[in-house]
T-cell receptor
Framework: DTGVSQDPRHKITKRGQNVTFRCDPISEHNRLYWYRQTLGQGPEFLTY????????KSRLLSDRFSAERPKGSFSTLEIQRTEQGDSAMYLCASNPGQGTDTQYFGPGTRLTVL | AQSVTQLGSHVSVSEGALVLLRCNYSSSVPPYLFWYVQYPNQGLQLLLKYTSAATLVKGINGFEAEFKKSETSFHLTKPSAHMSDAAEYFCAVSEINFGNEKLTFGTGTRLTIIP
């Protein structure tokens, strides 16, 4: 099995621009999670999907953030009007579904907002 | 609400010495507990997990951890440190067995190995 993949690995943008990240989970994994990790901190939960349904969103996910998983396979995370505080590593994880406890993480997308 | 506290943001040990990374958790229900390792500019790799079976859990790369309910702890150990163990380690708690999907992580411990 190939692991979770994320694209791009690095993104540098100017404040106010929109950015979109992509996550491809492990094949046939029904659940997909997004986390954000700032420097010196552990990852923080943002949201998760069961197939195409977004089942939970953290209050960290402001109105400028939107996540989709339209066909229940890959997911995108968009940040509109980026702010310097959005600079972080965005991690994606997947697992096969209900009753499975382990989340498998991708390499992350590092966002730098200038 | 679930939470994790990792004592010691930086730990240094000599090569060949015992590694001990501390983790205490808080959970309103019996938790599942995890240790992940993160190498620079990479994602998280699962080292081991506790899911209410044996309290002493063995993981990859010679690491193990013991779940102690009375102490609400899940400390990570390795008898003999290798240079390749230098990385950041995260303890995480989940209440997935009670319908709470998300992982809650500690702030991490950076392990340095002294040659």
């Amino acid at each position: 099995d190939t692991g979770v993949s994320q694209d791009p690995r690095h993104k540098i943008t100017k404040r106010g621009q929109n950015v979109t990240f992509r996550c491809d989970p492990i094949s046939e994994h029904n659940r997909l999670y997004w986390y954000r990790q700032t420097l010196g901190q552990g990852p923080e939960f943002l949201t998760y999907f069961q197939n195409e349904a977004q089942l939970e969103k953290s209050r960290l996910l402001s109105d400028r953030f939107s996540a989709e998983r339209p066909k229940g396979s890959f997911s995108t995370l968009e940040i509109q009007r980026t702010e310097q505080g959005d600079s972080a590593m965005y991690l994606c994880a997947s697992n096969p579904g209900q009753g499975t406890d382990t989340q498998y993480f991708g390499p992350g997308t590092r966002l730098t907002v200038l | 609400a679930q939470s994790v506290t990792q004592l010691g943001s930086h730990v240094s040990v000599s090569e060949g010495a015992l590694v001990l990374l501390r983790c205490n958790y808080s959970s309103s229900v019996p938790p599942y507990l995890f240790w992940y390792v993160q190498y620079p500019n990479q994602g998280l790799q699962l080292l081991l997990k506790y899911t209410s079976a044996a309290t002493l859990v063995k993981g990859i790369n010679g690491f193990e951890a013991e779940f102690k309910k009375s102490e609400t702890s899940f400390h990570l150990t390795k008898p003999s440190a290798h240079m390749s163990d230098a990385a950041e380690y995260f303890c995480a708690v989940s209440e997935i067995n009670f319908g709470n999907e998300k992982l809650t992580f500690g702030t991490g411990t950076r392990l340095t190995i002294i040659p």
